[in-house]
């Protein structure tokens, strides 16, 4: 048949699938062409694979994925322009090797979005401006970064800012995972009510959504959803996956087959119940991104539980539509 999740979700909210270049060509772009209508750069976005030194871009693998998406009238997320992990060592220390003042690391850091934001944003509809910037230890607010140990809380609102002033057109994303955990929700709410008590131009929260077979409960997502919608705040999904290499499976019984048989069913169930709830809340929720195309390349097989396999997304390893796929479209 002709339609593709893009179709079925045409009156929802657009979906989206994370890539790198090798999935530009082929049978997956082909796949990718069916059934999405927005990317998001899996790595080629990040700081530390576009600016890996102080003078030099490599702006070669995000300028692909740009050219395909306008060339096939995809949307496009940026991600991300200010994160704890895959920032370049350099960003962080001064021409002596000592570790950089705050303002030269948020002239640094402006910088760096001015130029990313200003070269995309023609194509990038919505930026991930500042990811995972929240503590998961219940004993601290933010975590302890280098952002926060040299610029303080403040460079959070800085890099807000700096993306504004680089594209005043573009949605700006908080986005982070274990939102619906309720500790880490609560600090996550606080810190955005804050930016937003201050003025500061942000558009959403993007909830990353790596989930599993047993987590979250419908009420759980609900309640998350509603308290950032109360903010005004859009809500987006940013990088679904449904994680069946997860404790539950790996205790269970059964040979590899049997086990594996159960989880797709249980994996189509959490699929399902999750996608009632977006459609439920589509006034808010203005995308949803899956991380990775298909069980082929999930990030997840790069954190194995006990080296099983995971099983996380709508097509298997050879491109084919899983029984969690007509748990979304069905309806
Ligand atoms: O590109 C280098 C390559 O040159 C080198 O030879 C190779 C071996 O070291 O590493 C390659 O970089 C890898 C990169 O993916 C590109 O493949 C990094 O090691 C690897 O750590 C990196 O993993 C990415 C991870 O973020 C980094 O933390 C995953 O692909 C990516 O799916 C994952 O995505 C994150 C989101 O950005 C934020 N939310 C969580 C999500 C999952 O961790």
């Known amino acids: 048949d002709t339609k593709g999740l893009k179709d079925y979700y045409k009156n929802y909210f657009p979906i989206g699938v994370a890539v790198n270049t090798h999935n530009l060509t082929g049978n997956e772009s082909k796949l990718i062409l069916k059934e999405f209508n927005s990317l998001t750069a899996e790595n080629d976005m990040k700081m530390g694979p576009i600016h890996p030194s102080p003078n030099r871009y490599n702006w070669r693998n995000a300028d692909s994925i740009v050219r395909f998406a306008q060339k096939h009238h995809l949307k496009l997320r940026g991600h991300n322009l200010c994160w704890y992990k895959q920032t370049p060592d350099w960003i962080f220390v ?6 950089v003042s705050k303002d030269s690391l948020l002239r640094r850091l402006k910088s760096h979005i001015a130029t990313v934001v200003d070269r995309y944003k023609n194509s990038v509809y919505a930026w991930d401006v500042v990811n995972e910037a929240v503590s998961d230890k219940d004993t601290s607010f933010l975590r302890n970064s280098k952002w926060l140990q040299i610029c303080g809380e403040d460079f959070i609102d800085s890099a807000f800012c700096y993306a504004h002033e680089a594209d005043p057109h573009a949605q700006l994303f908080y986005n982070d995972y274990n939102i619906i955990n309720p500790q880490k929700r609560t600090k996550i709410y606080r810190l955005l009510k804050g930016l937003l008590n201050k003025g500061i131009p942000i558009t959403g929260v993007g909830i990353q959504a790596h989930w599993s077979l047993t987590e979250p409960t419908r009420e759980a997502l609900e309640t998350t959803i509603k308290l950032f919608a109360s903010l005004g705040l859009k ?18 019984k059964g040979s590899l087959v049997e086990r594996k048989r159960i989880s797709d069913s249980l994996e189509a169930l ?39 396999r995971n099983y996380p997304l709508l097509f298997d390893t050879l491109l084919n539509r899983k029984a969690a796929y007509w748990g979304v479209v069905n309806w």
């Open 94 to 99: 001064d021409h002596y090797g000592n570790t």
């Open 235 to 252: 809500v987006q999904i940013t990088e679904l996956d449904i994680s069946t290499s997860h404790r539950w499976n790996a205790q269970q």
């Open 270 to 308: 959490k699929y399902k119940m999750v996608f009632e709830v977006f459609r439920k809340y589509k006034k808010y929720i203005n995308g949803v991104t899956f991380w990775n195309l298909s069980d082929k390349y999930t990030w997840l097989n790069h954190y194995p539980l006990r080296g099983m």
